[in-house]
């Protein structure tokens, strides 16, 4: 069966720590990812999308790996900060034109000061 | 631009009623995609849009929801009659014309409860 699980429901760390979250899935084939964030009573907003052939990506302190092989995404927050936590979302992007998308459940992250 | 516009932002009704929820996409966006969250399933696309037509409701139950898009800045998701399993959050989202590897665009969710 197809799947897509991201590791943990929750991920509680401290400010100034790394956090790292993590997508897996089976049985897909995906023409890239994008990680979301959503906060509490919101939509998803778009944070980085990474292409098959990219191993890492970055942006600000944010990082993506896509690892095909093991049909894996890391995504990390380095120096973590309280305002990061919220929900983050991983999606499969079956096509390239964006349309089918597969979303994870999300890792809930809290970062405590 | 103010992003997707989606209203109501909260909607209680009773089992067998009639729900209409409305989505304005961002201008300019030809695609439109209207999803439903939970905490059990995650987000689910329902149905997408390109250029008001749809393109994918294999996700929707069509017995009881419709979904329609008259011009390229409304649409409307219409649940009739409503169940209590249709409790969950609905979000519209739209993208811009398909030129590789777009990012979608959500609204805030209308956060529906069927008593």
């Known amino acids: 069966s197809q799947k897509i699980e991201q590791n943990s429901e929750a991920l509680n760390i401290q400010e100034g720590k790394t956090a790292t979250l993590t997508c897996n899935y089976t049985?897909?084939?995906?023409?890239?990812l994008q990680w979301y964030r959503q906060d509490p009573g919101r939509g998803p907003v778009f944070l980085l999308l990474?292409?098959?052939?990219?191993k890492e990506k970055r942006k600000e302190r944010l990082k993506v790996t896509f690892d095909t092989t093991l049909k894996q995404s890391l995504f990390h927050i380095t120096a973590s900060q309280p305002a990061d936590s919220a929900t983050y979302l991983c999606?499969?992007?079956?096509?390239?034109?964006?349309?089918?998308?597969?979303f994870g459940k999300g890792t809930t992250l809290s970062v405590s000061s | 631009d103010a992003g997707v516009i989606q209203s109501p932002r909260h909607e209680v009704t009773e089992m067998g009623q009639e729900v209409t929820l409305r989505c304005k996409p961002i201008?300019?966006?030809?695609?439109l995609f209207w999803y439903r969250q939970t905490m059990m399933q995650g987000l689910e696309l329902l149905v997408y849009?390109?250029?008001?037509?749809?393109?994918?409701d294999s996700g929707m139950p069509k017995d009881r929801f419709s979904a329609k898009m008259p011009n390229a800045s409304f649409s409307t998701l219409k649940i009739q009659p409503s169940e209590p399993r249709d409790s969950a959050v609905y979000f519209c989202?739209?993208?811009?014309?398909?030129?590789?590897?777009?990012?979608?665009?959500f609204g805030p969710g209308t956060r529906l409860l069927v008593l």
């Open positions: 201008s300019g966006h030809d695609y």
């Open positions: 990474i292409r098959e052939n990219e």
């Open positions: 989202a739209s993208s811009p014309p398909a030129g590789g590897m777009e990012t979608q665009y």
């Open positions: 049985n897909y084939s995906p023409a890239y």
């Open positions: 849009f390109n250029n008001k037509a749809v393109m994918d």
């Open positions: 999606a499969l992007v079956l096509n390239q034109a964006g349309t089918a998308l597969i």
